[in-house]
């Protein structure tokens, strides 16, 4: 069993289960098991979809994608979510297209180390991720000032903050109901749809 609640088939799907089956499809046709976790409350998944492609896909951001990759990365290590840490690793490298350079950001941020791997803005806003995730009642004014002085604009933050703020909704989900990878394909989607409204 790839989870400790019950994912309802795709293949059987009616209605408005269907319905968020089909936007939740991969460009293979597969569901992930990450959104097949919310078929016995299928607005869920449409909330958790929109959601996850508005802050991590969408055309306005800036930020290049292998780094909010990182970024999400690096919070689903801090929250010990490996499936996460997996669809998204492979995705980072995959956008990377640099071996040594994704060898040195995966060994860093396995190591809670992301000033072995980033400097300046870059840095900034990993500290602030790691801040974020592990402590994000103790994030003050101070360490977007950080990321500031570094050279990150408030809606750099905000993207880095959003990115953020989604893997710690997302690895939640994905440990509290023992979400597995059994049946994905890990990675990232080439022709994956990355802009919604």
Same mark, same amino acid.
């Not at 293979?28 to 492609?53: C, E, F, K």
């Not at 103790?138 to 500031?148: I, Q």
């Given at each position: 069993m790839?989870?400790?609640?019950?994912?309802?088939?795709?293949?059987?799907?009616?209605g408005?289960?269907?319905e968020?089956?089909?936007?939740?499809?991969?460009?293979?046709?597969?569901?992930?098991?990450?959104?097949?976790?919310?078929?016995?409350?299928?607005?869920?998944?449409?909330?958790? /979809?929109?959601? *996850?492609?508005?802050? =991590?896909?969408?055309?306005?951001?800036?930020?290049?994608?292998?780094? @909010? !990759? &990182?970024?999400?990365v690096?919070?689903?290590?801090?929250?010990?979510?490996?499936?996460?840490?997996?669809?998204?690793?492979?995705?980072?490298?995959?956008?990377?297209?640099?071996?040594?350079?994704?060898?040195?950001?995966?060994?860093?941020?396995?190591?809670?180390?992301?000033?072995?791997?980033?400097?300046?803005?870059?840095?900034? /806003?990993?500290? *602030?991720?790691?801040? =974020?995730?592990?402590?994000?009642?103790?994030?003050?004014?101070?360490? @977007? !000032? &950080?990321?500031?002085s570094?050279?990150?604009?408030?809606?750099?933050?905000?993207?880095v903050?959003?990115?953020?703020?989604?893997?710690?909704?997302?690895?939640?989900?994905?440990?509290?109901?023992?979400?597995?990878?059994?049946?994905?394909?890990?990675?990232?989607?080439?022709?994956?749809?990355?802009?919604?409204?």
């Amino acid at each position: 069993m790839s989870t400790w609640i019950e994912m309802l088939p795709v293949e059987n799907a009616t209605g408005s289960l269907k319905e968020a089956y089909d936007l939740a499809k991969t460009p293979a046709g597969t569901v992930d098991n990450v959104m097949r976790i919310h078929s016995q409350r299928p607005h869920t998944m449409v909330g958790h /979809l929109t959601l *996850y492609r508005s802050v =991590l896909h969408h055309q306005d951001n800036t930020l290049p994608l292998w780094f @909010l !990759e &990182a970024v999400g990365v690096f919070t689903s290590l801090l929250n010990n979510c490996e499936y996460s840490f997996k669809h998204h690793c492979t995705n980072m490298r995959r956008l990377l297209k640099d071996d040594e350079r994704f060898a040195a950001i995966e060994t860093a941020l396995r190591g809670q180390a992301p000033e072995a791997a980033f400097s300046g803005k870059e840095l900034a /806003l990993m500290r *602030y991720t790691e801040k =974020l995730t592990i402590s994000p009642g103790k994030v003050e004014a101070a360490d @977007l !000032e &950080a990321a500031k002085s570094a050279g990150a604009t408030d809606g750099e933050i905000l993207e880095v903050n959003q990115v953020c703020a989604y893997f710690c909704y997302s690895n939640r989900t994905i440990n509290g109901l023992g979400v597995t990878l059994a049946g994905d394909t890990v990675g990232y989607y080439k022709d994956q749809q990355k802009d919604q409204d």
